[in-house]
């Protein structure tokens, strides 16, 4: 459900805050108020574009913030799987800020993009304006609408049926590709042995790669390091070296030790010292012997890696990308040199997916006939509660010209006929603006029991009607505001009478500018309002009478109405 809506510096809105609630939330006022606002608020908030100038004071950003609340856990898991965060109280806080037309949009404090921001805005709100009466008029719609009245069930043969068009086309393409001229089939089989050849003769080895360019960069060092080691053992154990030194050493202070017996522990030290070195001097000798190689040897590496590298160039990356591709090339190849074979299995495949799919569709059909029927009826019945005393409404099953497609083989499209003795035609050919907006209303009433979505917002749901016909307008969204949030605009006292909340947007003028502002009423405001929108000018006593008198008859069918 919608909790608020604040707006801040935007077009003539300098800061405004809207608080809603359940049931049936209604804004009305004077032609030029800036009604639109509001709606236009919401869906800016949604990701809607916004104009360069958006901004009422040019200098600072525009604001638009709205707080949901969602009861459901599954919505509430829903978005946390989108990676945006949600608190076990189901508050959802959607900011947007425009800057020179340019939004940026946070929902719980994280930065998102518009694609995310409209995902979400489809879990916790419906707005439905001229735009979205106007694609009832594209059949294409009718399916989809179909679909999601229909359910589960649908919605499981739907799945397995696109299963099986996805099957049946994989095994026309491998079909198509095994059905090629014979002299096609001979190059690629030529080509597929040639490249096969070349890989299997390399003996690949898992790893292979990797010890070969140690080894090679060891080739390359191993120069370098002979030279640096040879000097080393040079330093060591050369004439005037550490080592002809340290020797001198032990024997120059041999003499005093034995002069001397606390000289003893300082001789055993020169003579370790001495040890040691002759130890380092031997292991650098080893070393160096393990740094010998053959030219034979660093040609074998190098070669053998050159040939590795030129792999890695025509078929993979790496060892295991080549061993893979080589497994391709092998089945492909077989397939090619017993073609009439493969292409015998794949055109048995092909009959046995074909007739899956066949059954799959025909599974869908019905299912779609029946919902279809259902819909349809209860469309009639929502209609005629519109005051459509006369209306035929069914919605008609045809099958696809094209045959099978992604979404089955049914054509759907609504019918309707709104006057007695004329034949049912499409939708597109029949309803005026208004008659659309009653279908829309009709439509959201009976999907309202399937439909999850808490809030729902209608824009000119009013166009074109009148008199009985607005009264049973408004007791239909009363009706539908028992099951769903419900907020719209209107210039129709009779809908106006039926607001659980019905707030005023009016333009003022302060410091010479104009804005708009917005407040909910009070119950003697309404009756006012009421009035203003029954007479349009002068408030009288016989006006306001009957402003009361429309306000208890809507109370007193609210209460009636289920």
């Known amino acids: 459900?919608?909790?608020?809506?604040?707006?801040?510096?935007?077009?003539?809105?300098?800061?405004?805050?809207?608080?809603?609630?359940?049931?049936?939330?209604v804004f009305s006022g004077e032609?030029?108020?800036g009604k639109s606002l509001v709606i236009g608020s919401v869906s800016l908030a949604l990701g809607g574009k916004a104009k360069a100038d958006i901004a009422r004071d040019p200098e600072k950003p525009a604001e638009v913030e709205l707080v949901f609340a969602l009861d459901r856990e599954e919505d509430r898991e829903r978005i946390r799987d989108l990676d945006v965060p949600v608190e076990d109280d189901g508050l959802i806080i959607i900011r947007r800020k425009f800057t020179g037309g340019r939004g940026t949009a946070k929902i719980n404090g994280v930065t998102v993009t518009g694609a995310l921001l409209r995902e979400i805005s489809g879990i916790l709100i419906d707005i439905h304006g001229q735009h979205e009466h106007q694609s009832l008029l594209y059949k294409k719609n009718h399916l989809l609408i179909l679909d999601r009245y229909a359910g589960k069930k649908t919605e499981k043969l739907l799945s397995l049926y696109r299963d099986r068009f996805h099957e049946v086309?994989?095994?026309?393409?491998?079909?198509?590709?095994v059905s090629t001229d014979e002299t096609e089939r001979l190059r690629e089989a030529d080509l597929l042995r040639y490249e096969v050849n070349e890989i299997e003769s390399a003996e690949l080895q898992e790893g292979e790669d990797e010890k070969l360019e140690e080894r090679f960069r060891f080739m390359n060092n191993a120069r370098k390091i002979t030279e640096a080691a040879g000097e080393t053992a040079q330093l060591i154990g050369g004439d005037e070296a550490a080592g002809e030194m340290i020797?001198?050493?032990?024997?120059?202070?041999?003499?005093?030790?034995?002069?001397?017996?606390?000289?003893?522990?300082?001789?055993?030290?020169?003579?370790?010292?001495?040890?040691?070195?002759?130890?380092?001097?031997?292991?650098?000798?080893?070393?160096m012997s393990g740094l010998e190689f053959s030219?034979?040897?660093y040609e074998q590496v190098t070669e053998r890696l050159n040939r590795i590298n030129e792999l890695k160039m025509k078929y993979g990356n790496s060892i295991s990308e080549i061993l893979e591709a080589l497994e391709e090339k092998r089945t492909r190849l077989e397939q090619l040199e017993n073609a009439d074979v493969y292409r015998a299995e794949l055109e048995g495949?092909?009959?046995?997916?074909?007739?899956?799919?066949?059954?799959?569709?025909?599974?869908l059909t019905v299912e779609r006939r029946k919902n279809a029927a259902e819909l349809?009826?209860?469309?009639k019945k929502a209609l005629i509660g519109l005051n459509f005393e006369t209306v035929q409404f069914e919605i008609a099953v045809r099958p696809l010209e094209s045959g099978y497609s992604e979404n089955g083989i049914d054509d759907i499209e609504f019918m309707i006929s709104t006057n007695p003795g004329e034949s049912l035609k499409a939708l597109k050919d029949v309803a005026s603006g208004g008659e659309l907006s009653r279908v829309m209303l009709a439509l959201k009433t009976v999907l309202a029991d399937t439909d999850h979505i808490d809030t729902l917002i209608f824009d000119e749901i009013d166009t074109g009607i009148s008199g009985r016909t607005a009264q049973k307008v408004s007791e239909s969204l009363a009706s539908l505001s028992k099951r769903h949030q419900v907020i719209l605009i209107t210039?129709?006292?009779?809908?106006?009478?039926?607001?659980?909340?019905?707030?005023?947007?009016?333009?003022?003028?302060?410091?010479?500018?104009?804005?708009?502002g917005i407040r909910e009423l009070e119950r003697n405001e309404i009756i006012d309002e009421l009035g203003r929108m029954l007479s349009g000018v002068e408030m009288t006593d016989a006006v306001r009478q009957n402003a009361e008198e429309m306000k208890q008859l809507a109370d007193k069918t609210k209460k009636q109405t289920s």
């Open 31 to 33: 032609t030029g108020a």
């Open 349 to 363: 495949k092909l009959t046995e997916a074909e007739k899956k799919l066949k059954d799959a569709a025909s599974d």
């Open 491 to 516: 210039h129709l006292p009779q809908i106006a009478a039926m607001a659980d909340h019905h707030f005023l947007i009016k333009k003022r003028v302060e410091d010479g500018r104009t804005q708009t």
């Open 376 to 379: 349809g009826g209860r469309m």
């Open 295 to 297: 030219e034979e040897e």
């Open 1 to 25: 459900m919608l909790i608020s809506l604040s707006v801040n510096n935007l077009a003539l809105i300098e800061k405004e805050e809207v608080n809603f609630s359940e049931g049936l939330n």
């Open 247 to 287: 020797g001198r050493a032990v024997r120059t202070f041999s003499a005093a030790s034995e002069l001397d017996p606390g000289a003893s522990d300082l001789m055993q030290e020169i003579e370790e010292l001495d040890s040691l070195l002759s130890d380092v001097r031997r292991d650098l000798e080893a070393y």
């Open 169 to 177: 086309k994989d095994i026309r393409n491998e079909l198509e590709a």
